[in-house]
């Protein structure tokens, strides 16, 4: 018998309600590793409520997780980032006010004696972005000033300095320039050499189509469809979409 | 020999740190304006020993209060019982050193009570989702309430100068001509200011003020943050009230009303923005010396008393609008 690898992370039969509304209707997905998976739906299919429930933010109402066959509870963010899953959210990833540096160590800053901030280790920042080809002149420029493929490129570089196996990525070429959406793509690229796996949430089909390897469609709260990309052209997949 | 090589790097951060400092520098530079300005007006009175005197405890009693204040804002949450807290912190420590308690103790137990007002202030907050701005209207409400109630009207004499002088120098004594709240305040400004920009802490308060969503994503615990800040504010405003017991030597129910409104003012005067997200503790002290200069400041110019509102609601706008161009081309 062919012996199967476990699955990066596994979530199975989810579901999840909002007062009446059937957010999450019994789904199941599978990311395996170094595997990029497009996740595809209208606004409402449910994309974000099932990622927030992997990513800790929400809990689910049924169903269970799994990350490599073994059966894990993700209560928080944290949680989620202690166990490898990462995730960068559409325009809520970063804080504008804040610097380059503080926002990659958010939640998790380097510290010396008594908690106080150490500069030091902060400014190693830059390094990880560097690697990822950003520009970005210093570790103290505030967020606001960057492009939209530098903030996201802050945002894939904290999870790829944070020892990522999974990076959700929300929305990530949603309002960003032909040569922003380029940038994104080159990244998940970089994550996908490394063997970091990629669930790449969009409603833009070829955005996705150049990189994901793997499509997962949801209507309704439901999937409705799971394609290899082998399986199926571009203009396949937008038939796939439209029914 | 100049150095030309280091070339346009160098030029750059120059103009970034420029604009950074820009916001502080403009804010010391109306300070002083106003400062030269009611000391011209008031034939150099305004420069003597005495009056600068008055002016260090005076900004020092709303100051320490509006330093907490900053912080709170910077996370995004305001605060309107602090007059109100304060009262009771004083109400606390008079009424504990009347029963006979050393007044060190009776303070630490006031300024717990500070604390604990701030926690609940920060818990109805952030756990009923009702906006700060009407959670702390209701307890400014109630504590000034309760107060009244407590006093029925009558002042509660604090005498501890005969007593425990130990106690008055501590909080009203000083050092030569540097008087004590002074040393407070400055104290608070060095301790706050490590706790917001050097410290994890702070790192958090701008990233809840700054964007709630992403802190949280990033696994910051903002209902915590926000609740130590309304702790924060609470003890301060407390330990501002039993200082000003020791100055006034007795407690009145109408103790601390209006400082909420004067520490907003100054804060916002300081480069703290009504939004969250940005702040700062030497901006808010820089604002305090402004409300305090122009309130002693017309008095000593000779201009009627009921001006003062006036031109610091002039100053206020005038203030904001500058600051919020200097934000925009904010890059560090």
């Given at each position: 018998m062919k012996e199967v690898p476990l699955a990066l992370v596994e979530m199975r039969n989810i579901h999840k309600w909002y007062g009446k509304v059937h957010?999450?209707?019994?789904v199941s997905l599978t990311v395996n590793e170094g595997e990029i998976v497009g996740l595809i739906g209208d606004n409402g299919a449910g994309k974000s409520t099932l990622i927030k429930i992997l990513a800790g933010y929400h809990r689910p109402d049924e169903g269970e997780i799994f990350i490599e066959g073994e059966k894990v509870r993700i209560n928080s963010p944290s949680e989620a980032n202690a166990l490898g899953i990462e995730t960068v959210y559409q325009?809520?990833?970063?804080?504008?006010?804040?610097?380059v540096a503080r926002n990659f160590y958010m939640g998790r800053e380097p510290v010396?004696?008594?908690?106080?901030?150490?500069k030091q280790e902060m400014n190693k920042c830059m390094v990880p972005l560097r690697t990822l080809g950003l520009s970005i002149?210093?570790?103290?420029?505030?967020?606001?000033?960057?492009s939209g493929g530098e903030k996201q490129g802050t945002a894939i570089g904290r999870a790829l300095y944070f020892k990522a196996r999974l990076v959700i990525l929300d929305?990530?070429?949603?309002?960003?320039s032909v040569k922003g959406v380029q940038t994104v793509l080159d990244l998940v690229r970089g994550l996908k050499e490394v063997n970091i796996a990629v669930i790449f949430i969009t409603h833009t089909l070829h955005h996705v189509h150049d990189v994901a390897e793997r499509f997962v469609i949801m209507k309704n709260g439901k999937v409705v469809n799971e394609i290899k990309k082998d399986e199926a052209s571009l203009e396949e997949l937008t038939e796939v979409l439209m029914e | 020999m100049k150095e030309r090589s280091s070339g346009i790097k160098h030029e750059v951060w120059q103009r970034f740190s420029r604009v950074a400092a820009a916001r502080e520098a403009i804010i010391f530079g109306v300070a002083i304006g106003l400062f030269v300005l009611f000391t011209l007006l008031s034939d150099g009175r305004f420069a003597s020993v005495r009056v600068i005197s008055i002016l260090a405890i005076s900004a020092a009693e709303l100051g320490i209060v509006a330093l907490g204040v900053a912080m709170l804002m910077t996370c995004g949450e305001f605060d309107l019982s602090v007059g109100s807290v304060s009262a009771v912190g004083s109400i606390i420590a008079a009424t504990l050193y009347q029963l006979g308690l050393n007044p060190f103790l009776a303070m630490a137990i006031a300024v717990g009570g500070g604390v604990g007002a701030g926690a609940i202030n920060g818990l109805v907050v952030v756990k009923f989702g009702i906006p700060s701005f009407i959670t702390t209207l209701g307890t400014m409400m109630v504590w000034r309430g309760f107060v009244s109630i407590l006093t029925e009207g009558y002042t509660i004499i604090f005498?501890?100068?005969?007593?425990h002088p130990a106690f008055h120098n501590v909080l009203q004594g000083g050092m030569g001509v540097v008087p004590a709240p002074l040393i407070w305040f400055v104290a608070m400004i060095i301790v706050l200011m490590l706790l917001l920009n050097f410290h994890r802490f702070g790192n958090h308060v701008f990233a809840t003020g700054g964007n709630k969503e992403a802190a949280r994503a990033m696994g910051i615990n903002v209902n915590k943050t926000k609740v130590i800040c309304f702790m924060i504010v609470g003890g301060l405003a407390a330990f501002t009230g039993v200082m000003q017991l020791a100055r006034i030597r007795g407690f009145q129910a109408?103790?601390?009303?209006?400082m909420e409104l004067m520490a907003i003012a100054a804060v916002v005067v300081g480069g703290t923005s009504l939004f969250g997200g940005t702040g700062t503790i030497v901006g808010a002290a820089l604002g305090v010396l402004i409300v305090t200069f122009i309130q002693f400041g017309l008095i000593m110019a000779g201009?009627?008393?009921?001006?003062y509102k006036f031109v610091l609601g002039v100053i206020i706008i005038a203030v904001v609008v500058i600051n919020m161009a200097v934000e925009r081309r904010r890059k560090i």
């Amino acid at each position: 018998m062919k012996e199967v690898p476990l699955a990066l992370v596994e979530m199975r039969n989810i579901h999840k309600w909002y007062g009446k509304v059937h957010a999450v209707d019994d789904v199941s997905l599978t990311v395996n590793e170094g595997e990029i998976v497009g996740l595809i739906g209208d606004n409402g299919a449910g994309k974000s409520t099932l990622i927030k429930i992997l990513a800790g933010y929400h809990r689910p109402d049924e169903g269970e997780i799994f990350i490599e066959g073994e059966k894990v509870r993700i209560n928080s963010p944290s949680e989620a980032n202690a166990l490898g899953i990462e995730t960068v959210y559409q325009e809520q990833a970063l804080v504008d006010l804040m610097s380059v540096a503080r926002n990659f160590y958010m939640g998790r800053e380097p510290v010396k004696r008594a908690g106080f901030l150490d500069k030091q280790e902060m400014n190693k920042c830059m390094v990880p972005l560097r690697t990822l080809g950003l520009s970005i002149k210093s570790p103290d420029l505030l967020v606001k000033n960057l492009s939209g493929g530098e903030k996201q490129g802050t945002a894939i570089g904290r999870a790829l300095y944070f020892k990522a196996r999974l990076v959700i990525l929300d929305e990530p070429t949603r309002a960003l320039s032909v040569k922003g959406v380029q940038t994104v793509l080159d990244l998940v690229r970089g994550l996908k050499e490394v063997n970091i796996a990629v669930i790449f949430i969009t409603h833009t089909l070829h955005h996705v189509h150049d990189v994901a390897e793997r499509f997962v469609i949801m209507k309704n709260g439901k999937v409705v469809n799971e394609i290899k990309k082998d399986e199926a052209s571009l203009e396949e997949l937008t038939e796939v979409l439209m029914e | 020999m100049k150095e030309r090589s280091s070339g346009i790097k160098h030029e750059v951060w120059q103009r970034f740190s420029r604009v950074a400092a820009a916001r502080e520098a403009i804010i010391f530079g109306v300070a002083i304006g106003l400062f030269v300005l009611f000391t011209l007006l008031s034939d150099g009175r305004f420069a003597s020993v005495r009056v600068i005197s008055i002016l260090a405890i005076s900004a020092a009693e709303l100051g320490i209060v509006a330093l907490g204040v900053a912080m709170l804002m910077t996370c995004g949450e305001f605060d309107l019982s602090v007059g109100s807290v304060s009262a009771v912190g004083s109400i606390i420590a008079a009424t504990l050193y009347q029963l006979g308690l050393n007044p060190f103790l009776a303070m630490a137990i006031a300024v717990g009570g500070g604390v604990g007002a701030g926690a609940i202030n920060g818990l109805v907050v952030v756990k009923f989702g009702i906006p700060s701005f009407i959670t702390t209207l209701g307890t400014m409400m109630v504590w000034r309430g309760f107060v009244s109630i407590l006093t029925e009207g009558y002042t509660i004499i604090f005498r501890v100068v005969e007593t425990h002088p130990a106690f008055h120098n501590v909080l009203q004594g000083g050092m030569g001509v540097v008087p004590a709240p002074l040393i407070w305040f400055v104290a608070m400004i060095i301790v706050l200011m490590l706790l917001l920009n050097f410290h994890r802490f702070g790192n958090h308060v701008f990233a809840t003020g700054g964007n709630k969503e992403a802190a949280r994503a990033m696994g910051i615990n903002v209902n915590k943050t926000k609740v130590i800040c309304f702790m924060i504010v609470g003890g301060l405003a407390a330990f501002t009230g039993v200082m000003q017991l020791a100055r006034i030597r007795g407690f009145q129910a109408l103790q601390g009303t209006g400082m909420e409104l004067m520490a907003i003012a100054a804060v916002v005067v300081g480069g703290t923005s009504l939004f969250g997200g940005t702040g700062t503790i030497v901006g808010a002290a820089l604002g305090v010396l402004i409300v305090t200069f122009i309130q002693f400041g017309l008095i000593m110019a000779g201009v009627a008393g009921f001006w003062y509102k006036f031109v610091l609601g002039v100053i206020i706008i005038a203030v904001v609008v500058i600051n919020m161009a200097v934000e925009r081309r904010r890059k560090i």
